[in-house]
């Protein structure tokens, strides 16, 4: 089969720069993935074998320097020396293993050094997504002029409603070229002007490179579960944005913070830290109740709620978006992320609802390793080990 991953960075931008945060302070950490499949998909006979294939292919994609160019231009905030580190990082097969059952069901590990591993989670994402939908037929029966024709009806709709958004829908795309011909097309519509709307741009540094659009991304949850064993539930997310503030200087300041609830964030959210940091990501939770909490706390230390940025960005459509956007009302900087309604909401077609999450790490080769969990506002994405995850509820209390 053809290979899907060609482009050093049909990635997204949270990779490298997570990945330039691991090099920074914690250089010598080891990591364990580990690929959930929430719909409990039964993948057909040989998918294994066929990943496995792609992961193989993967050893020859290499950063270009078209690409470094394009890095050094935009992303200032990283400093020369990571992209001589890019220039000889490889993709190692080595770190993945792969596990299908007799009923199909697919398990993958990836381990190894957090700055090389970390790597690995979107392109084995998209490639699974792709590889499933060919499998499936849904790419034999994609229509090309349809679907381009409502995804402009879509952009339309979105920037015609004043919504601030941009597209994060590399992981679970139907595939790579619908995702370039997404971008495209709201790349067009947003050009010709006119709307109370803005495009941000793409989390996907090639297609942002492609069409010289924004590319968005800051942080990952991964950052604060591995912290947690380290700081402790309750420090682990001030001690992050400390860490990654330091690491930036004050840029990419836009803070996920749900991966332990919000309860544990909003009790030791500093004044500075919160005034450092221009703004939140909602991932999980009810983005009204999680809208009204950030809006107290914010008032809570003396700080407009309107001077800051929230980026709302769990599993949203454009209609919700919209519901949002109304309810927020210009008390806070409201914006939003995309993903598998834009890059996946093909007809005839059901998206794939998969991750790779941390389940464990050590800071060094030399240390114990450790459970590294996820809680978050809905109890559907808590990941990791159940007793460590009930052992930490039980300590955070209601």
């Known amino acids: 089969m053809r290979q899907i991953i060609t482009h050093f960075t049909d990635n997204d931008l949270y990779t490298f720069t997570c990945q330039y945060y691991v090099l920074k302070t914690y250089p010598r950490a080891e990591v364990q993935y580990s690929f959930i499949d929430r719909n409990s998909t039964c993948y057909p006979e040989g998918f294994a074998a066929l990943l496995q294939e792609q992961v193989d292919m993967m050893k020859n994609v290499i950063i270009t320097e078209e690409e470094i160019e394009f890095l050094t231009n935009k992303c200032v905030f990283l400093p020369l020396w990571y992209f001589t580190f890019l220039r000889g990082y490889r993709f190692n097969p080595a770190e993945v293993s792969i596990r299908q059952d007799e009923e199909g069901h697919l ?17 084995l994402l998209s490639i699974i997504s792709e590889l499933i939908h060919t499998l499936n037929g849904d790419i034999e029966r994609y229509n090309p002029e349809l679907e381009r024709i409502r995804a402009r009806e879509k952009a339309s709709r979105i920037f ?26 709201m790349t067009d519509v947003y050009s010709q002007g006119g709307w109370t709307g803005k495009f941000t741009g793409t989390s996907n540094v090639w297609l942002a490179m492609k069409y010289n659009i924004g590319c968005l991304g800051t942080m990952s949850h991964q950052l604060i579960s591995f912290e947690e064993n380290v700081s402790g539930i309750f420090e ?5 944005m400390k860490k990654f503030s330091d690491v930036y200087d004050g840029d990419n300041g836009i803070f996920l913070y749900d991966c332990f609830g919000d309860k544990v964030f909003f009790s030791n959210l500093s004044k500075r830290m919160a005034m450092m940091y221009k703004g939140l990501r909602v991932d999980s939770g009810n983005e ?6 950030i809006i ?22 454009i ?24 890059t996946c909401d093909v007809t005839d077609c059901k998206p794939s609802n998969i991750v790779i999450k941390l389940v464990k790490g050590r800071i060094t080769e030399l240390r114990e390793w450790h459970d590294c969990i996820k809680l978050s506002c809905d109890k559907g994405k808590t990941l990791g080990n159940p007793d460590k995850c009930k052992y930490l509820l039980s300590v955070i209390g209601d």
């Open 160 to 185: 015609g409603s004043g919504l601030v958004l941009g597209d994060m829908g590399t992981r679970r795309r139907l595939s790579f070229a619908h995702q370039e011909m997404v971008v495209r097309e």
């Open 107 to 123: 398990s993958i590990d990836v381990c190894g050094k957090w700055f090389s591993t970390i790597m690995w989670e979107m392109p």
């Open 288 to 293: 009204e109740e999680q809208t009204e909490k």
């Open 296 to 317: 107290a706390k914010y008032q809570s230390l003396g700080i407009d709620p309107a001077g800051k940025q929230v980026v709302y960005s769990n599993g949203l459509n």
């Open 236 to 240: 682990c997310n001030y001690n992050v």
């Open 319 to 342: 209609e919700r978006a919209i519901e949002i956007h109304k309810y927020c009302a210009g008390r806070v900087q409201d914006s939003y992320g995309v993903g598998t309604f834009l």
